[in-house]
Each structure stands twice: as structure tokens, then as C-alpha cells.
């Protein structure tokens, strides 16, 4: 290429760049007003709360695999029917059969085992981390 078509195309994007930088400021501007008029509004209803200090709630990204509450509930039907408990890899595999899904990829493979694993850790209360010879394994807690 020549210098002058990469110039030319090095100046298409950063075009591109500034138009998003432009419409994220903007975007920005409008989240700051919506929330000046929330802190407003509270302190309508109670003058002594402070919104500054009320914490910010993170969103959590949702899955490509599975719709909010889904993977949480194949856990839970594959845990149900184990006579044991069943380790991570096991579980993965179960998971797959029942959404009819191959993942032939590796990394594909590895992070929905991630994905996986992060709906186990969330359901401490009622799933139990369970090891038996070395090997780590999940199951139902049982209801007291």
C-alpha cells in the first residue's frame, strides 16, 4: 500500500472512532441527567437519604448459550437424577446432551465449562461442592 492509502484509511478510522466517542458522551450526558432526576425523586420522598452514597449495582452479562435462570435449571434436573455426585467435566457433558450442542472447540468447550461453574458457585445454598478421592463433584444439598 502507499503512504497515501494509509493515511486515507487510518483517517476513515479514526472517523469511525470519533463518531462512537461522540455517541457515547452523548449517551453518557443523558445517564447523568436521568440520574439527577432519580436522586431528585428520593430525595422527595426521604430528605435525609444521601444518593451518593447508595452503591452502584453491576450488570451481569448474559450468556450466548443459555437465557437468564436456563443454566441454572439443567444443573439442577442433571443433579436431580445423579445417584452421586458428578464432577464439573461430567456435568458439562450432560448439559450439552440435553441443549443437543458440540462444541468441538476447545476454548468454546472451556468457557461454557466457565459458565457452568459460575452458576454452581452462585448456588452455594443449595448445591454442595463434594470431593471424594481427590476428584471434586457437585450435588444437591440435602433439605434440612
Known amino acids: 500500500m502507499s503512504e497515501l492509502q494509509v493515511v486515507g484509511v487510518l483517517c476513515n478510522k479514526r472517523s469511525e472512532l470519533a463518531d462512537m466517542v461522540g455517541q457515547l458522551e452523548q449517551r453518557l450526558a443523558e445517564y447523568r441527567a436521568d440520574l439527577s432526576h432519580l436522586d431528585a425523586t428520593i430525595r422527595l420522598f426521604d430528605p435525609a437519604i444521601q444518593p451518593d452514597e447508595i452503591r452502584p449495582k453491576p450488570q451481569r452479562a448474559y450468556s450466548a448459550w443459555f437465557r437468564p435462570g436456563e443454566c441454572l435449571r439443567l444443573i439442577y434436573d442433571q ?66
Open 79 to 144: 443433579l436431580r437424577d445423579a445417584p452421586q455426585p458428578v464432577t464439573t467435566p461430567d456435568l458439562v457433558d450432560r448439559i450439552m446432551r440435553a441443549k443437543t450442542m458440540t462444541l468441538t472447540d476447545e476454548r468454546q468447550r472451556a468457557l461454557f465449562q466457565k459458565t457452568v461453574l459460575a452458576s454452581l458457585h452462585r448456588a452455594k445454598e443449595t448445591i454442595a461442592r463434594v470431593e471424594i478421592a481427590g476428584v471434586v463433584g457437585w450435588a444437591l444439598r440435602q433439605a434440612a
